[in-house]
Every structure is written in structure tokens, then in C-alpha cells.
Antibody
Framework: EVQLVESGGGLVQPGGSLRLSCTAS????????MNWVRQAPGKGLEWISY????????YYADSVRGRFTISRDNAKNSLYLQMNSLRAEDTAVYYC???????????WGQGTMVTVSS | QSVLTQPPSVSAAPGQKVTISCSGS????????VSWYQQLPGTAPKLLIY???KRPSGIPDRFSGSKSGTSATLGITGLQTGDEADYYC???????????FGGGTKLTVL
């Protein structure tokens, strides 16, 4: 079964850091581009970062550039999101998604909740 | 303010048809494929339509997609109560080098 499982969410104070992980199974992870998408409580979807299959091409949304870092370990079938200088507005469910060549997000994880609050 | 514009809500009776619009620009919808996602309450989004008008395996043909210029449309026929969900359009924005989504449309089946 093709699956993505996120982990690492939790409660963190403003200015703190958190590292999210996404473990892939059921497909050849190293062949696919990946993204992180988040959803604040009661709000819509927000794309936040992209990484190509080799990790050489990376993009970020303006809202997280300079604070978040996307990375991957193809040997471990894993995608990561290092989040620093967290703000209250970063509170959201974070989803990792598999991406097709046409930028369709065809597989989604179940999401992991990040709450930034004192 | 989302880059892509969708109506906040639509509604229709069971068995009827509904369309959801998604408006963008030449840097996103105008030059890239559009996808649509269904998010049932309390669940992760699911790919519903990709490459403007293709359905992934398992998606019934009641769901259709189309694109014209800088706009796209999701159509749903034979509405069922189980179709009540939030629907999002999405694409890549070439000038921003960023993924973009619409603000989402809540479908109510009356």
C-alpha cells in the first residue's frame, strides 16, 4: 500500500523549533518529488515547500522562507521539515505529499499537528 | 488572500449537478495543469482530478474537470450526501516558483 506517515508534531513555544518527519512506503521514494502543505485550524490549504527527487532543487513559500528547511534521505525513504523561529501563525496540521511531474499532489499523509503557543 | 479564487460555498439537492470555479492567471492556471482535491470532514485531502481533467483510479465519473485559459471548473453530477466536503483547486505558479491553492469551496448537499 502506498503510504505517507508524518510524525514530530506537538506543542512548542513561540521562537522554538520542531522537526517533522514523513516516512514513505509502498513506492520508490527516491523517484518522486515531495512537498509539505499545511492547514491552519478552520482554514484552507497552504503550500509551503517543495523538494525534487535528488534534493537539489528546493522552493519555499514566502511565509516560511529563511525559517523552515526541507530535506530528504532517500536511503531512509524519509522527508523532513526543520522549523525554526516558530510563530503562532505557524499553528496548523502539516501534511507531506507526493508530487507528480505535473505538480499534482497525488498521495497525502494523515497530517501532524503543530501548535505554537506559550 | 489565495492566489486562486474559488467561491466559498455552493449547494445543491441530492441527484443534482454542481460546478465549482477556480480562477487564476497566466503564471499559474494559464500555463500549468490544474488539480482538484476533496477534503471530507476531519480527513486529509484526496486527489480528485489531475492534469485538468483526469480521474485517479477509484474516482467515479460523476466527477469531472475542465480548464479554459486562466480558469478551471470542477463538475459533480448525481450529488450524494457523501459528497459534502471542502473542495480545493491547485496548481504550480511558474513566476513564484510555488504551489498555489484556491481558498476552498464548501459543498452542501441539501
Amino acid at each position: 500500500e502506498v503510504q505517507l506517515v508524518e510524525s514530530g508534531g506537538g506543542l512548542v513555544q513561540p521562537g522554538g523549533s520542531l522537526r517533522l518527519s514523513c516516512t514513505a512506503s509502498g513506492f520508490t521514494f527516491r523517484s518522486y518529488e515531495m512537498n509539505w502543505v499545511r492547514q491552519a485550524p478552520g482554514k484552507g490549504l497552504e503550500w509551503i515547500s517543495y523538494i525534487d527527487s535528488s534534493g537539489n532543487t528546493i522552493y519555499y513559500a514566502d511565509s516560511v522562507r529563511g525559517r523552515f528547511t526541507i530535506s530528504r534521505d532517500n536511503a531512509k525513504n524519509s522527508l523532513y521539515l526543520q522549523m525554526n523561529s516558530l510563530r503562532a501563525e505557524d499553528t496548523a496540521v502539516y501534511y507531506c505529499t507526493r508530487t507528480t511531474a505535473d505538480y499534482d499532489f497525488d498521495i497525502w499523509g494523515q497530517g501532524t499537528m503543530v501548535t505554537v503557543s506559550s | 488572500q489565495s492566489v486562486l479564487t474559488q467561491p466559498p460555498s455552493v449547494s445543491a439537492a441530492p441527484g443534482q449537478k454542481v460546478t465549482i470555479s477556480c480562477s487564476g492567471s497566466s503564471s499559474n492556471i494559464g500555463n500549468n495543469y490544474v488539480s482538484w482535491y476533496q477534503q471530507l470532514p476531519g480527513t486529509a485531502p484526496k486527489l480528485l482530478i489531475y492534469d485538468n481533467n483526469k480521474r485517479p483510479s477509484g474516482i467515479p465519473d460523476r466527477f469531472s474537470g475542465s480548464k479554459s485559459g486562466t480558469s478551471a471548473t470542477l463538475g459533480i453530477t448525481g450529488l450524494q450526501t457523501g459528497d459534502e466536503a471542502d473542495y480545493y483547486c491547485g496548481t504550480w505558479d511558474s513566476s513564484r516558483s510555488a504551489g498555489v491553492f484556491g481558498g476552498g469551496t464548501k459543498l452542501t448537499v441539501l
